[in-house]
């Protein structure tokens, strides 16, 4: 069939409601294209020499962005000028090397250009048979994931915005499974008078794990918490006794101190006694995919199911993270859904028969050039290296007279600045001071300043003028 003529496309918008004409002429489109890749290599030039955190003046200067709704329509170049001009600087250079917040690593470059081609192919990755390019790929960086995290081949999976939402669509399966075989069917009729399950979970379990569990009916509150160690590691023997459908929560890698669960000897005394674990690794599940960090996750692939991120250590854009499930056929329970008009599933998979989304964005893509481009050695690479300079910070930081609270078995270093309040006014006047960012903990009652080092970006020079700025502070501070 012969390309639609660019006439026939522009003929359609002269009567076009007042929409206007630059949203739609192609050579417009290409201008805006280009700017839009000239100013964001112009943002990203300046993450070297730029501080961290944006300052108070281009946060004041967002109150620009905040205007009434314009009446008339804009010129499109307008609109993006101003989203970089006001917009840019008013960001926390996440992407930087030097940013240490949350568990937060900035894209891949590879994966910020795939993120562009796929956002140009606008495709819903709802069903196979409208998006059928979106929908492999997700396929193949399902089987690629599988591979690089050692986890069972056949497992499905769903991919989510994040962590929270694969916690939630890992439990939604397990709160399938766990009831059908009490001869319950929870998605037909609900929770209220089910047989009760059973959840247990860590006193260190992540906040969204909760969130999940309130959302899918089982109450935040309405579950058994196991004990931990210094660590944050559940105790080896603090499973309770189960009976009837429960669901075990585990972890690994603790959001402060990186520490992993000892899920071996925990998922054998669970699945004794019959009850489902999940494992939630919303980034340390990521350390199975280095041969010389994977015995801190022995065991784990005995796990129903797995919760991770992608936009946490894979470094893919926002928003991505995926539930792996074992027995597929129980995600497939709790999310598929069945309309006259909409595709069932035939000899290819529909990714929506495994989120809790129907239209969605495709996040396959990302995860797929993401591995394409670093293979297995590079995703190894990547996580090593960001736990090696973990431990670069924890032994300069130590040297320099600060306490590390935690054993930096991951990419995770708490440290401690003398008391409380000591350690909040040195945090605060690292993150003033602007070379790099780290956020502030409460670590088992003691204030840390938490270290997160989770970006491909961050290399040697980004750690040796991170750790020259905080000794720098750490001086001024204590006077
Ligand atoms: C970040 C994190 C989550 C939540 O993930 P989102 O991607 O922010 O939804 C859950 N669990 C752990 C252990 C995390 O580190």
């Given at each position: 069939m012969a390309p639609v003529a660019p006439q026939a496309h522009c003929a359609v918008t002269?009567?076009?409601?007042?929409?206007?004409s630059q949203l739609i002429e192609e050579a417009t489109v290409k201008q805006l294209l280009e700017q839009a890749a000239h100013r964001a290599t112009a943002y990203l030039d300046q993450l070297p020499t730029r501080r961290v955190a944006p300052t108070g003046e281009a946060i004041a200067a967002l109150a620009g962005l905040?205007?009434?709704?314009?009446e008339e329509p804009q010129p499109a170049e307008a609109t993006l000028r101003l989203l970089d001009e006001l917009g840019s600087p008013a960001?926390?250079?996440?992407?930087?090397?030097?940013y240490f917040g949350f568990v937060t690593g900035g894209s891949l470059p590879v994966t910020l250009a795939s993120n562009w081609l796929a956002t140009a192919w606008?495709?819903?990755?709802?069903?196979?048979?409208?998006a059928p390019a979106t929908a492999t790929l997700e396929q193949v960086a399902l089987g690629w994931l599988l591979e690089v995290l050692q986890l069972p081949a056949g497992s499905a999976a769903a991919f989510a915005t994040g962590a929270t939402m694969a916690n939630f669509s890992a439990l939604a399966a397990a709160r399938h499974a766990v009831l059908a075989r009490a001869g319950w069917d929870v998605e037909a009729?609900?929770?209220?008078?089910a047989p009760p399950v059973t959840v247990v979970l860590s006193?260190?379990?992540?906040?969204t794990v909760l969130k999940g569990l309130g959302l899918l009916g089982f109450?935040?509150?309405r579950v058994l918490r196991m004990p931990v160690d210094g660590q944050g590691r559940v105790l080896p023997d603090a499973l309770p006794r189960l009976d009837g459908p429960a669901i075990v929560c585990l972890q690994?890698?603790?959001?402060?101190?990186g520490a992993f669960d000892p899920v071996a000897e925990l998922i054998a005394a669970a699945h004794a006694q019959g009850a489902w674990v999940h494992v939630d690794?919303?980034?340390?599940?990521?350390?199975?995919?280095s041969d010389s960090l994977r015995t801190l996750t022995?065991?784990?692939?005995?796990?129903d199911s797995w919760a991770t991120d992608?936009?946490?250590?894979?470094?893919?854009?926002?928003?991505s993270g995926i539930a792996f499930v074992r027995e597929g056929a129980a995600l497939r329970a709790a999310m598929a859904v069945t309309a006259d008009y909409l595709p069932q599933e035939g000899?290819?998979?529909?990714?929506s028969d495994y989120?809790?989304?129907?239209?969605?964005?495709?996040?396959g893509v990302d995860v797929w050039a993401a591995l394409h481009t670093l293979g297995r050695r590079g995703v190894a690479a990547l996580v090593e290296q960001c736990c090696a300079h973990a431990r670069r910070f924890a032994r300069e930081l130590r040297e320099a007279g600060a306490e590390i609270l935690?054993?930096?078995?991951?990419n995770q270093v708490l440290v401690r600045f003398g008391d409380a309040d000591a350690t909040r006014r040195v945090v605060a006047a690292i993150q003033a001071e602007g070379t790099c960012w780290a956020g502030i903990t409460v670590w088992q009652g003691h204030t840390a300043m938490r270290i997160s080092v989770s970006s491909?970006?961050?290399t040697d020079e980004d750690v040796t003028r991170s750790l020259e700025a905080m000794r720098r502070v750490m001086r001024e501070v204590r006077g």
């Amino acid at each position: 069939m012969a390309p639609v003529a660019p006439q026939a496309h522009c003929a359609v918008t002269q009567g076009n409601c007042g929409i206007p004409s630059q949203l739609i002429e192609e050579a417009t489109v290409k201008q805006l294209l280009e700017q839009a890749a000239h100013r964001a290599t112009a943002y990203l030039d300046q993450l070297p020499t730029r501080r961290v955190a944006p300052t108070g003046e281009a946060i004041a200067a967002l109150a620009g962005l905040a205007i009434p709704l314009p009446e008339e329509p804009q010129p499109a170049e307008a609109t993006l000028r101003l989203l970089d001009e006001l917009g840019s600087p008013a960001t926390t250079a996440t992407a930087s090397g030097r940013y240490f917040g949350f568990v937060t690593g900035g894209s891949l470059p590879v994966t910020l250009a795939s993120n562009w081609l796929a956002t140009a192919w606008d495709q819903n990755s709802a069903h196979f048979g409208p998006a059928p390019a979106t929908a492999t790929l997700e396929q193949v960086a399902l089987g690629w994931l599988l591979e690089v995290l050692q986890l069972p081949a056949g497992s499905a999976a769903a991919f989510a915005t994040g962590a929270t939402m694969a916690n939630f669509s890992a439990l939604a399966a397990a709160r399938h499974a766990v009831l059908a075989r009490a001869g319950w069917d929870v998605e037909a009729d609900g929770l209220i008078g089910a047989p009760p399950v059973t959840v247990v979970l860590s006193e260190e379990v992540h906040p969204t794990v909760l969130k999940g569990l309130g959302l899918l009916g089982f109450g935040r509150k309405r579950v058994l918490r196991m004990p931990v160690d210094g660590q944050g590691r559940v105790l080896p023997d603090a499973l309770p006794r189960l009976d009837g459908p429960a669901i075990v929560c585990l972890q690994a890698g603790n959001v402060n101190t990186g520490a992993f669960d000892p899920v071996a000897e925990l998922i054998a005394a669970a699945h004794a006694q019959g009850a489902w674990v999940h494992v939630d690794g919303a980034f340390g599940l990521w350390a199975r995919a280095s041969d010389s960090l994977r015995t801190l996750t022995a065991g784990t692939e005995h796990a129903d199911s797995w919760a991770t991120d992608a936009h946490k250590w894979l470094n893919v854009p926002y928003d991505s993270g995926i539930a792996f499930v074992r027995e597929g056929a129980a995600l497939r329970a709790a999310m598929a859904v069945t309309a006259d008009y909409l595709p069932q599933e035939g000899p290819q998979r529909n990714p929506s028969d495994y989120t809790p989304e129907l239209s969605r964005r495709a996040r396959g893509v990302d995860v797929w050039a993401a591995l394409h481009t670093l293979g297995r050695r590079g995703v190894a690479a990547l996580v090593e290296q960001c736990c090696a300079h973990a431990r670069r910070f924890a032994r300069e930081l130590r040297e320099a007279g600060a306490e590390i609270l935690n054993d930096v078995v991951l990419n995770q270093v708490l440290v401690r600045f003398g008391d409380a309040d000591a350690t909040r006014r040195v945090v605060a006047a690292i993150q003033a001071e602007g070379t790099c960012w780290a956020g502030i903990t409460v670590w088992q009652g003691h204030t840390a300043m938490r270290i997160s080092v989770s970006s491909w970006a961050t290399t040697d020079e980004d750690v040796t003028r991170s750790l020259e700025a905080m000794r720098r502070v750490m001086r001024e501070v204590r006077g």
